[in-house]
């Protein structure tokens, strides 16, 4: 089983950024970011390989959001720029252990963090 953390959640104004940082317990393969706007679906945001290459961007955060990942640390990054009121919800870590592709759909993954709250209001 690989535990998943994720810190850097926070508040922000329209405009700002905020980086976010997943840490796993153990190799994973593929890692995946997922937000839960309030009263909505948890939606896909983002994924990226173990070697570093993007898997893609939702559209909705393309332009604004890089993903990247140190897995020499076990560790995925989400940079937030040009932040705005609908970026705010819980942000997941997800993780795949294995398999031959990086998903983009939540179903893909079989390990998950607990979330951290981003705000961003006026």
């Known amino acids: 089983q690989v535990r998943l953390v994720e810190i850097g959640g926070g508040s922000a104004q329209p405009g700002g950024s905020l980086r976010l940082s997943c840490t796993a317990s153990?190799?994973?393969?593929?890692m995946g970011w997922f937000r839960r706007a309030p009263g909505m679906l948890r939606e896909w945001v983002a994924s990226i390989w173990r070697g570093g290459e993007t898997e893609g961007l939702a559209a909705a955060v393309k332009g604004r959001f890089t993903v990247s990942r140190d897995s020499s640390e076990n560790m995925m990054f989400l940079q937030m720029d040009r932040l705005k009121v609908e970026s705010t919800g819980a942000y997941y870590c997800a993780a795949r252990r294995g398999g031959t592709g990086c998903p983009t759909d939540s179903g893909g993954f079989d390990h998950w963090g607990q979330g951290t709250q981003v705000a961003v209001s006026t």
């Open positions: 153990g190799d994973v393969y593929c």
